[in-house]
């Protein structure tokens, strides 16, 4: 298949190496030009100097890149070029309104849009253990699939355009719970003067185990959070939440409260930390 994709940064530039590995044809771009040629480098991949350059006779346009206005500008610009019938697969996480906005605009010109956030981080991508939460057109998904399973685990089909956005919401709801909750029970076990290790073996396998437990309890123990998603990005993400939650009437008490921590955090300097480091705000 003749792919082109569009943000070779932490997330894009593993998942477009993954497609070259399985035998795609695969045109990459970022605004970046050392990005893109680092990554060219690396894979042997294609690079183009514009988006129109990468996206010309594409039948699979994918992207990751940074927000709604990003996307919009980068789907703008390539929908002229692809191939009619061509498919295009934005893994960013956006709002559901601009995930809908653009899948009219591709139909109008014979081309499938299909809202496609990703749960699994940088290390997901490296790994090909991406999860895809989709909304749009099932066909076209469907036709799609195998190449976005080259990176990923699991490709869900949830509903309309707008649809994978809105189960991202979700996602990012759940996470900022657990990381809470993570960052109290370290913050109340170092205050009781326990051990941290010996808790987290105590607890890991039982009720209280997560992925976050297990991922990040130790690091955030030792006060590290050098270690993926950065507040930054989760910020963005809750934004896009909370407004939405503004919209369709959902109580979200505690992922506001969540929220404000993280504003915190970035008032400590932490804009780049990982998501974990709701712990540094609590002492010791």
């Known amino acids: 298949m003749k792919i082109a994709f569009a943000g070779l940064g932490v997330m894009g530039a593993p998942m477009a190496r993954h497609l070259l590995a399985a035998g795609h044809a695969v045109t990459g771009f970022n ?28 039948e699979l346009f994918i992207l990751c890149v940074g927000n709604d206005d990003d996307v919009r500008e980068v789907v703008t610009e390539a929908l002229p070029y692809l191939a009619v019938g061509s498919v295009i697969v934005d893994h960013t996480t956006t709002s559901a309104k601009v995930a809908r906005e653009l899948s ?17 981080g940088q290390a997901g991508a490296e790994n090909g253990q991406l999860s895809v939460m989709a909304g749009g057109d099932a066909e076209a998904l469907a036709r799609v699939e195998p190449a976005l399973m080259t990176y990923a685990k699991a490709v869900k089909h949830m509903g309309p355009s707008g649809a994978g956005q809105l189960t991202k919401m979700v996602n990012q709801i759940a996470i900022a719970g657990v990381v809470q909750g993570l960052a109290e029970a370290v913050h109340f076990a170092k ?14 396998k039982g009720a209280a185990q997560s992925w976050q437990m297990d991922n990040r309890w130790k690091t ?10 950065a507040v930054d990005w989760m910020r963005k993400d809750l934004g896009l939440v909370l407004d939405e939650a503004r919209a369709n009437g959902a109580t979200l008490e505690l992922t506001t409260l969540v929220d404000g921590y993280y504003a915190e955090v970035q008032a400590m300097g932490g804009n780049r930390w990982d998501t974990s480091s709701l712990k540094a705000r609590l002492k010791p």
């Open 191 to 204: 205050s009781a003067g326990l051990d941290t290790d010996a808790v987290y073996d105590a607890i890991s």
């Open 220 to 229: 955030a123990a030792q006060g590290e959070f050098d270690f993926g998603f």
């Open 104 to 120: 009219v605009l591709a139909g109008e010109v014979g081309r499938f849009f299909i809202d496609a956030p990703v749960s699994g």
């Open 31 to 58: 605004r970046s030009p050392a990005k893109a040629g680092a990554w060219a480098t690396s894979t042997g991949g294609t690079i183009a100097p514009t988006v129109a350059r990468a996206a010309d006779g594409a």
